[in-house]
């Protein structure tokens, strides 16, 4: 499954992140993949051939020619690979890439290849921002190739921004996904509504009351549906996250009643709904029109409750299964189980904020499903891995329902 036995050309170009790549590579044959290492000319500054060609068993090779004269035959190479990964992409090597500018050996094997092409790119933030880049990420995109987005992050010039490589077991990730056959399309043409991340409550023009919801949750959630085959629409608070797939729609809402709007929008034509926002339980009453001055020694905001959007959508429940997350500190599955009544929900996810590495920020989730009639208990695992365990809930409940 995954990347085991698959051949994996890996093209490395010309930027910091290519140290990252070392990385890659072992796993990729860690995980019972095969990998041939080609870099452009200005790659050799940043990585060493020796350790590359260690990590990958091969000979690497960054010229059309070797020592001896010999060719390194570009088109084998490219017609060997079950799937090429071009990372770091930079912005030269990607211009070079979508324009077949073909002056090294990377270029003529991408050239040459009629698999699958995954493209990490990585530059500085300004960079990754110019419109030349985003033009020719989406011509890339036109290509067919899937992109593999930078990350945001503290970059090698000092500046903080989009524009890291995504880290390699990000990159893994998506080149095992793309080879997992084991998914049955179990959700096939369902139509998913997935809310996600924090909401934003405006105080004036440049404060607001938010939290620290990241939406890796229903991030995950909105990528495993899709994989099993569903129409997903997202509707996310403020979050960097980001998912290339055209079966995921993201709305971005900033607050509470943004995120109310749009929800009810679109749910009478939803087969399923899962709540993963942490939307915030009040908001300021009013908005001051200008910046707040700081005047005296205290300052009082009113505030007022927000609309409970899972419960609305409970109420006006017709054909769709819902499903709600509670986070509960003291008697978690009474408190639980009394929100899913209230809510009208099919099941409950509850995370316990007792258990280490569940919860805000984490990468990592422990989680029970309370139906009306049922509590499972599940061990801590990725949220990617939780998101399944969630899925497969749903489906049971649409088998049974
Ligand atoms: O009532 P409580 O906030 O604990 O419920 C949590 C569940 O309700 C989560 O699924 C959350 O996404 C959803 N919720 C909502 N709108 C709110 C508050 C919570 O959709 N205003």
């Not at 921002?129 to 990420?137: E, R």
């Not at 049922?374 to 695992?381: G, P």
Request: net charge neutral; hydrophobic share 40%.
């Amino acid at each position: 499954m995954g990347i085991s036995g698959k051949k994996i050309l890996v093209l490395i170009s010309g930027g910091i992140a290519a140290y990252k790549i070392n990385y890659l590579i072992r796993n990729i044959i860690k995980q019972g993949g095969e990998t041939q290492v080609i870099l452009t000319p200005d790659a050799e500054q940043f990585v060493s051939k020796l350790t590359l060609a260690t990590l990958s068993k091969k000979p690497v090779f960054s010229d059309f020619y070797g020592p001896n004269g010999e060719w390194n035959s570009h088109v084998e190479m490219a017609l060997w690979a079950d799937a090429i990964v071009v990372a770091p992409c930079t912005a030269n090597t990607l211009a070079k890439m979508v324009n077949g500018i073909c002056d090294n050996l990377v270029i003529a094997t991408y050239l040459s290849a009629k698999c699958p092409v995954f493209i990490a790119p990585a530059m500085d933030l300004d960079m990754y921002q110019h419109p030349s880049t985003k033009l020719n990420i989406q011509k890339a995109k036109e290509y067919g190739h899937h992109i593999i987005p930078a990350e945001n992050g503290e970059l090698a010039s000092g500046l903080i921004g989009q524009g890291r490589m995504a880290e390699p077991e990000n990159i893994l990730n998506t080149l095992n996904n793309h080879f997992d056959t084991a998914y049955k399309k179990s959700l096939d043409n369902k139509k998913v509504l997935i809310t996600a991340g924090p909401t934003y409550e405006a105080i004036d023009p440049v404060r607001f009351i938010g939290n620290h919801s990241s939406g890796k949750m229903g991030f995950a959630l909105a990528e495993e549906s899709a994989k099993r085959g569903a129409k997903v629409l997202l509707i996310t608070g403020p979050t960097t996250l980001d998912i290339q797939n055209p079966n995921v729609k993201i709305i971005r809402i900033t607050s509470a009643k943004e995120m109310l709007n749009k929800v009810m929008e679109h749910f009478q034509n939803m087969d399923i709904a899962i709540a993963s926002a942490a939307v915030a339980d009040y908001a300021p009453k009013e908005v001051a029109e200008e910046k707040i001055k700081k005047n005296d020694d205290s300052l009082i905001l009113e505030l007022v409750k927000n609309p409970d959007i899972l419960k609305t959508m409970g109420e006006n429940k017709t054909k769709q299964l819902l499903v709600g997350f509670a986070l509960e500190t003291q008697n978690e599955e009474e408190n639980a189980k009394l929100k899913l009544a209230k809510k009208n929900l099919d099941f409950i996810v509850l995370n316990s904020l007792r258990d280490n590495g569940a919860g805000f920020k984490k990468d990592t989730n422990k989680i029970k499903i309370i139906s009306k009639t049922t509590v499972t208990e599940y061990n801590l695992k990725s949220k990617n891995e939780v998101a399944k365990d969630i899925l497969d809930a749903v489906e049971n409940m649409l088998h049974t329902k």
